[in-house]
């Protein structure tokens, strides 16, 4: 089974709205983390935002909310107030376990985003 | 600081030859990784090293070998490159401590084509 599903391809959102990407996760360990990813064209790996299993509040990072729903094992990206540059690729990872050492990352195979103006 | 560095940036192999990658970052971190990329798919992991002297297999570690060569260094190793490789390869590094908060930061990428 794939531990991260990401059922959007693609996505359309208008330049100044807020635009919801999708991210559901399959694991039997209680603890993990979830990242999301923006990958522009130019090809660069860009870390947007963090959500452990533990945390109580949804992480935010400026224009970036993570939305975890940890009984229905989601954890959607919001982006608020669109803007022309966040029109990329995205990608949700997850780790799992909290032992010392590597950190190994499961990614989705992405949504692309595209803004218009 | 120049973050993770990757070189080739591109490199066209022809079916049978051999290269390696060379990944090296500045920020002190004890583990490193190898992704390859390939279109319609996500990242998945190749090798990883938790810390210096340690490398491990990930999802994906058929035809390819690994060195951790000291703290900053960790290169990847087409033995005997072929089509199916060809592919964009992702160096990444981060924090090994306990706990999950540690992001990977990644470098620029090579683009691989092998003929």
């Known amino acids: 089974a794939q531990k991260i599903t990401q059922t959007q391809p693609g996505m359309f959102v208008q330049e100044k709205e807020a635009v919801t990407l999708d991210c559901t996760y399959d694991t039997s360990d209680p603890s993990y983390g979830l990242f999301w990813y923006k990958q522009p064209s130019s090809g660069e790996m860009i870390f947007l935002i963090y959500q452990g299993s533990y945390d109580q509040q949804n992480a935010t990072e400026g224009r970036y909310s993570l939305n975890f729903q940890k009984a229905r094992k989601s954890a959607n990206l919001v982006i608020s107030a669109s803007q022309l540059g966040d029109s990329a690729m995205y990608f949700c990872a997850m780790r799992e376990g909290l032992g010392t050492g590597a950190n190994n990352l499961f990614f989705g195979t992405g949504t692309r985003l595209t803004v218009i103006p | 600081n120049a973050g993770v560095t990757q070189t080739p940036k591109f490199q066209v192999l022809k079916t049978g030859q051999s290269m390696t990658l060379q990944c090296a970052q500045d920020?002190?971190?004890?583990?490193m990784y190898w992704y390859r990329q390939d279109p319609g798919m996500g990242l998945r992991l190749i090798y990883y090293s938790a810390s210096e002297g340690t490398t491990d297999k990930g999802e994906v570690p058929n035809g390819y070998n690994v060195s951790r060569l000291n703290k900053r260094e960790f290169s990847l190793r087409l033995e005997s490159a072929a089509p199916s490789q060809t592919s964009v390869y992702f160096c990444a590094s981060s924090d090994g401590g306990w706990g999950f908060t540690y992001e990977q930061y990644f470098g620029p990428g090579t683009r691989l084509t092998v003929t």
């Open positions: 920020m002190n971190h004890n583990s």
